[in-house]
Structure formats: C-alpha cells, structure tokens
C-alpha cells in the first residue's frame, strides 16, 4: 500500500483543489452494505461483510454518476463534479466524519447512529458552492471492545490500525505467504476481517433493511476449482466481485489456511 505515502497523493489528499480546481464542496455519502447475518458455518459468513454483495465499485458507480449529473445541472452554468469511490485520494473517513455522517470509531472505520459500521462511503467533488452540514461527534466513551476483539493485535491503540498485522490487509492486499504466526487467528474468514466491526455496539441500531444477498454462493469458491481455473477464466467468473482483489492465487492461499482450521468440519469440506 505504499501508495497512500506517495508524495503526490498526499498532496492531492490535502487539496482537494488540486484534483479539480474551482472544487468548493466535497458531498459525502453512505451506503449500506448490510444484508443481515450470514448462517452460521456458510461459506458467506467466511467472507467479510462487504463483500457478500457484487462489487460496490462497479454496482454503485452509475448511480454516484447519475447524482454527480443532477449536482451539476443545480447550477448555470453547470458545476464541474467528480465522483470518488474508495479509489481516489480523499481520506473518505475523515471527510465523512465532518460531514456529519458519522464517526471515526476506535477501530478506524465510521459508525453511524443508524447504519452501525456496516457501510460503504462515497464522494461527490464539485464546484458548487454548497452550505456545509456540522461534524459529527465521537460516541465511543470509554468502550474499548473493538480493540479487544482483534485476534492479531493490530488495533494497537484507539484509532492506531498496524496495517501489517489486519487481516483483512493480510487476505486481502498482501501478495506473499501469510506467516504461520496469523493463521489461527484466521480461523476460516478467508477474506477480509470484522472481527473489530461485529464488536461495535452501533451495530444494534441498524435502521436499514437487511437484503439476503446470494452472491458468493454463485461464485466458484473453492480449491479445486480455483486451482483448475486459468486467469483469463477466474477474471471473468469473480468481475462482478470485490473477492477479485485477493486475485485467484491469494484466494487459494487463504482457501489452504482456512482449509487447515476448520478441520473435517462440513464447512472445512467445502473450502476443498
Ligand atoms: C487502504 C485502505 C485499507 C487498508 C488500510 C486501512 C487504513 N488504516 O488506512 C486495509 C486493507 C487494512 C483496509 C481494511 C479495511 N477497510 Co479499507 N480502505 C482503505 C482506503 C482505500 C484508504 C485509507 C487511507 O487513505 N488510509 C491512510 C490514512 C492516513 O487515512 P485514514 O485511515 O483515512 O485516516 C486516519 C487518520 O488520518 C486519522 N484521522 C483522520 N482524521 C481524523 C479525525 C479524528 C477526529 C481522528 C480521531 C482521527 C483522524 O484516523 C483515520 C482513521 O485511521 C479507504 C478508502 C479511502 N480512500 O479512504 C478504504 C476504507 C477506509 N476501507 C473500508 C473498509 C470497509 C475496510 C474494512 C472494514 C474491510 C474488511 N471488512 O476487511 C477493513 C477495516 C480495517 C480497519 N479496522 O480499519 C471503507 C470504510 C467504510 C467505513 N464505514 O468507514 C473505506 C472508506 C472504503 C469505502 N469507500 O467504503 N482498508
Ligand atoms: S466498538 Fe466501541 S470503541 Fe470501537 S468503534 Fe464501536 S463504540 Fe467505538
């Protein structure tokens, strides 16, 4: 992740002016990704939540375009918009966190008093000069669970995430063998992590609809298949999927370890 040190991007991260000039107000939105919780020893709840829908950033890309348009058409001349999506070089949570949408938990991640952690954030960059809505406080209090729930230690202090030991960067980012030392704290997530998120009293107040989603289990997830399939074929059988960033190879990987901790459960057997 040696992008996010770039001195460019850093540039870019603190002057948003300088990826659109003219840019007067930064529009932050939330979208829930919860689709209430996976049955227990399923292969979706071996998957973190945010991923057990079609991947956010092809689904949620037209509508942000199509809200990006009607900002634009608010103003005449028109404003100029551009639209960000998890890729950009905005600090999305910090941004979010001023915008009133919610805050930045101890474990890093924003949490709303309705939506819990369990959501994707997005911006619209624009030259329209908009009034701003007023920050959002932090409700931690004294609560500490999150950092208490992760298995690695990488919550080393409130809001201090060590990259290298999450395991979602582990599952997820990390290109090379996962050190023994993480594979029992793996357990048979084998992608992605939210151990921190699932501890969060908020979470008790999601308002949102729960949307089973059927996604992963239309996927072909396993070893065996994984290891017969070339690239060409994993590209275009996980292109509507986040899981594609683990690329196949990292996703066996992760298959193996998971493999290994489940045992001769029944769950364990569908991971061969
Ligand atoms: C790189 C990245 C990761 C990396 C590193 C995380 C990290 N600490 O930065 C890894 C792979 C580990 C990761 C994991 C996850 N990620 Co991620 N990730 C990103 C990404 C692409 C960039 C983050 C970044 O720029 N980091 C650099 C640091 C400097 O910036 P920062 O963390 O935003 O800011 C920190 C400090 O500056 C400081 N800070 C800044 N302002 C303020 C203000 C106050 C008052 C305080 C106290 C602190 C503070 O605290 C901030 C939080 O650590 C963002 C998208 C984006 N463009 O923001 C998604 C993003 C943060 N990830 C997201 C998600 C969903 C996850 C996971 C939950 C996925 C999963 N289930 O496995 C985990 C959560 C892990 C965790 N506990 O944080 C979502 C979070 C949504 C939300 N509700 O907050 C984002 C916003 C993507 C999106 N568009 O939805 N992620
Ligand atoms: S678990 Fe507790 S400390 Fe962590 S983000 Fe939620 S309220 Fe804050």
């Not at 850093?10 to 939105?29: Q, S, Y």
Request: aromatic share 8%.
């Amino acid at each position: 992740m040696k992008w996010i040190a770039r001195e460019k991007s850093v540039e870019l991260r603190l002057n948003p002016e300088k990826i659109l000039p003219g840019a007067k107000t930064i529009i932050c939105l939330a979208k829930s990704y919860y689709t209430g919780e996976a049955q227990e020893g399923s292969l979706e709840s071996c998957v973190a939540r945010y991923a057990r829908v079609p991947d956010y950033h092809k689904t949620l890309k037209a509508p942000l375009e199509e809200l990006a348009h009607f900002v634009s058409s608010l103003s005449s001349p028109p404003s100029k918009s551009l639209c960000f999506l998890d890729s950009g070089p905005l600090l999305e949570r910090d941004l979010a966190q001023r915008a009133g949408l919610g805050f930045i938990g101890k474990h890093n991640s924003l949490v709303s008093k309705t939506l819990g952690n369990w959501f994707f954030l997005a911006e619209i960059l624009t030259t329209l000069q908009m009034d701003a809505d007023a920050p959002a406080v932090n409700l931690c209090g004294s609560c500490q669970k999150c950092l208490e729930a992760c298995p690695t230690g990488a919550l080393r202090a409130p809001w201090v995430l060590d990259s290298r030991k999450c395991l979602s960067y582990m599952t997820i980012e990390y290109r090379q063998d996962i050190p023994e030392e993480y594979h029992a704290a793996m357990g048979t997530k084998f992608f992605g992590c939210d151990r921190c998120l699932e501890a969060c009293p908020w979470n008790e107040v999601v308002s949102c609809e729960a949307k089973p989603s059927v996604h992963i289990s239309e996927l072909p997830l396993s070893l065996k298949k994984l290891e017969q399939m070339s690239e060409n074929k994993f590209k275009e059988y996980f292109s509507s999927s986040a899981l594609a960033r683990a690329r196949r190879a990292g996703l066996i990987r992760n298959l193996r370890i998971a493999h290994k901790n489940a045992k001769n459960t029944p769950l364990g057997k569908q991971f061969l």
